[in-house]
């Protein structure tokens, strides 16, 4: 049965594309990084025990991505490393056709992939994704970088991502002004993800338009009370954190302006999102 708080969240879905189509139906699991993405993998898997889940390689927006070759380099040799271990090939347009051709009824692709990113023409895609507030989850990258960095010994170091070498150097306000510099290339990778890079007016219409069910790790319960109603089954409930624990962001000097205009389209979002939860 519907809870009211599930119908009240859901109240959105009343006519979804996916409903008025006579295809087969994916469940695709936008996972953002830093997000409790772990966690959305877990819940959906156990709440639907027998499907098949897709882990596919990252392909996410511009704004989570490097800017330098070793970055591209390492991408490029991960994404076809697991191409060929899921798919036996080594190209990305086959591996959909492959999916395509081989997935069933109520089975899950998840991956760091932006919404539009599926080349599965056969399926309706049930998109499903979880947010976290963006101030925090910008700071996590920051701790997760600099965790990264210093677990290197320091020959191997010099060839690292420059968000790694700027969080394994410097202070969260260092990150915010590298990040910054860059012009747009860092900005927004929350609507990136959601919007999969399309010039959307309203991201926040956009997410409601277009996916399945969506919510805030900071609500995980409500999140995932609400996935359970919709998929007729349990979904559990548990934050996998990899980043060792540091001082909390209170402590940090950093340019509010700097990371307001950094993520601003995220921090409305989010806003947006998190605003279905005050009467629940």
Known sequence: MLTLAAHKFSSHYESPPYLMSNKPYLYALVRIRKSGSQSLVEMITTALPQSKIFAMPPIPPPADMGVDSFEDFRRIRRTKKRLRKVFQTLSYPKAWEILNATARKGDIV????MHGT?????????YITMVREPISRLYSEYRYCRQSYFQRPAWRRWHLAGRLKV????????????LHAQGDR?????VGYVTGGAAVADPYEFLKANYFHYGTMERMDLFAQQLSAKLGASASTVWKNKTEKVPAIAGEDYDQALLEALISKDIQLYNAINAEYENV
């Open 186 to 190: 860092f900005a927004n990778p929350l």
């Open 118 to 126: 599926p080349v599965l023409p056969d399926w309706d895609l049930r």
């Open 110 to 113: 998840s991956g760091h992939f």
């Open 167 to 178: 969080a394994g150097k410097g202070s969260f306000g260092d990150y915010i002004q590298y």
